[in-house]
């Protein structure tokens, strides 16, 4: 079973500088461009039987223009969805830093930032979306998951089977493609944060 991990397109918020996580900003013009790049460079190369997404709207347009492009169907899934970070969303970091300024050792890892989730509580979402998908769609050849930097970071994780306090990241630009794979007993990364494909922007 092959995952193929696709990071959104730019959004608004990429712009105006601000705490995005959950709030909900949509792709700017930019954004859809390299989603039909991504799809184009997708439907050639690795076309997904299935298509799973975040429902927030840069998620969600990213996918819908996917599957314009490979045909299949697309499924919310709302556990792709970004980190919750409750009061931050959509504030400004200037404003963010005054209103909620962060304890001088950062915030422990089990501590939820207000109206949100902890960091732990992101990992093992991560990590019950990434067993629920292998469980569920086990029958499918490639899946195609679309969702954010940091819910991908976290997913890839749980695919190297890390601890949930691992120090390890995995950056994911604008529509940046992984392609992971499972066979049998292996787990195989074929590539990570392709985006050859924004050549074409």
Do not use: W
């Amino acid at each position: 079973m092959e995952l193929l991990i696709v990071r959104h397109g730019q959004s608004e918020a990429d712009l105006l500088g601000v705490h995005e996580g959950r709030a909900d900003f949509p792709l700017t013009k930019l954004g859809e461009q390299q989603a039909i790049v991504m799809s184009t460079y997708v439907a050639e190369h690795f076309p997904p039987d299935l298509i799973l997404a975040s429902p927030l709207l840069r998620a969600k347009s990213t996918a819908e223009t996917l599957q314009k492009f490979v045909g299949c169907d697309l499924l919310l899934e709302k556990d792709l969805m970004e980190f919750n970070n409750g009061v931050l969303a959509g504030l400004s970091r200037e404003e963010a830093r005054v209103k909620y300024p962060l304890p001088p050792s950062g915030r422990p890892i089990h501590i939820p930032i207000e109206l949100g989730e902890s960091a732990l509580e992101f990992r093992f979402r991560a990590e019950k979306i990434f067993h629920q998908i292998l469980l569920d769609y086990q029958s499918y050849n490639r899946v195609a998951i679309v969702s954010h930097g940091g819910l991908i970071s976290h997913f890839i994780n749980a695919f190297l089977k890390q601890p949930n306090t691992s120090e390890y990241e995995f950056a994911t630009g604008d529509t940046g493609i992984h392609l992971l794979d499972i066979k049998e007993n292996k787990r195989i990364i074929k590539f990570l944060n392709r985006q050859e494909h924004l050549k074409r922007c």
